[in-house]
Structure formats: C-alpha cells, structure tokens
C-alpha cells in the first residue's frame, strides 16, 4: 500500500488553500460517496466519523498529465475513474465477533 501522507513541504502552501483542504491536511486524497451510491454500499450506516476503513477499487486510468515546470521542476497528476468499490471497516482479529470473521474468510475478490 502507498501512503498517501503529503509531504511537509505541502504545509505552507496548505496553510494558504481553502479551508476544506486545510482541514484534510496532511491527508489530500479523499473520496465522496454520493447519496445516489450510498444505499449500494450495506455497511456505510454501521460507519462512525473517525472509524478507519479499508477501500478497494477497481478503476481506469482517464488521465495522465506531466507538466514541467519552472526550475525544471516536473508537475504530474492522474485521474482514475472508479468503477467498482468496496469499504469495510479495519477491525482486529481479536475485536471480531466469529460471524464477522467468517463473512470476512467468505467474501470474493
């Protein structure tokens, strides 16, 4: 897995962004459920703020862009467009009940 924790050098120019961006830092990618998907999803109403999740996505790449900058410096940026997605909640083993260890033994990838 890729941690996707912006680098320190991210804060000054966060500390002049919008305040919704300021307040995800350091953390800047975030996905949106609609209320138009979120019924597809079983498990979302279980979800409390702050509880960590696990989400796996398939997806296709709609853009790939590498600008140069000045300095030299290269901008790059990709776009995927998600197709398919699962959440489900990061629960230790020892936290699970029998039930929620099977159902998540039983489930296809």
């Not at 050098?9 to 949106?32: C, F, Q, V």
């Not at 140069?68 to 997605?85: A, D, P, V, W």
């Amino acid at each position: 897995m890729v941690d996707l924790k912006l680098p320190k050098e991210t804060l000054e120019k966060t500390a002049k962004a919008p305040e919704p961006m300021r307040d995800s830092y350091p953390w800047g990618t975030e996905i949106n459920i609609p209320n138009e998907l979120y019924g597809k999803f079983e498990n979302l109403d279980d979800l409390e703020a702050d509880c960590e999740v696990k989400v796996v996505a398939i997806g296709t790449v709609t853009k790939k862009e590498c600008r140069e900058m000045s300095g030299g410096k290269k901008n790059k940026t990709m776009s995927i467009q998600l197709k398919k997605m699962e959440v489900s909640e990061v629960k230790p083993l020892e936290k699970m009940s029998v039930d929620e260890f099977m159902r998540s033994r039983s489930k296809k990838r």
